[in-house]
């Protein structure tokens, strides 16, 4: 079963999103990686392109999720293609526990004292519901 957002939840990760994109995509994939590097250094032979090039598209994979947050319905099929990508690369349903650590750890540096306990269950929500749709979407291929 995929989880799911109340509406408080959608609202607070757009708010909280919009004070984070103001920082550098280069910065915040550095933090992101150093972080999950740091955590599983063998995930670093899956990522082939520049660290630079990779932050980028992950604020943009961010920045596209936050956006459709109230129709997630809607972008199944992008959800779909990048279980797939992802899959391609070597990530695993287990894999996705530390990919969520690393990013909450990333909201909760860059975001400082805009970082509470609500703001956490809400981008916790949010990344368990993306990560929870993308295994789905890998184990009915």
């Not at 992950?58 to 947050?69: P, T």
């Amino acid at each position: 079963m995929i989880n799911t957002m109340t509406n408080n939840q959608i609202n607070l990760v757009k708010k909280t999103w919009m004070i984070f994109q103001k920082i550098d995509p280069v910065l915040v994939g550095d933090v992101f990686y150093e972080k999950l590097f740091t955590d599983r250094p063998s995930f670093r032979l899956m990522f082939k392109k520049s660290k630079q090039e990779q932050s980028k598209k992950l604020v943009e994979m961010l920045n596209y999720i936050v956006s459709h947050l109230d129709a997630l319905d809607g972008v199944g099929h992008e959800i779909r293609e990048l279980a797939v990508r992802h899959t391609q690369y070597g990530v695993e349903p287990t894999h996705y526990q530390s990919l969520g650590t690393a990013l909450l750890w990333t909201l909760q540096q860059g975001l400082g004292s805009d970082w509470n306990e609500e703001v956490k269950e809400a981008w916790s929500s949010c990344y368990c519901m993306l990560s929870d749709a993308m295994i789905y979407r890998t184990e009915t291929l």
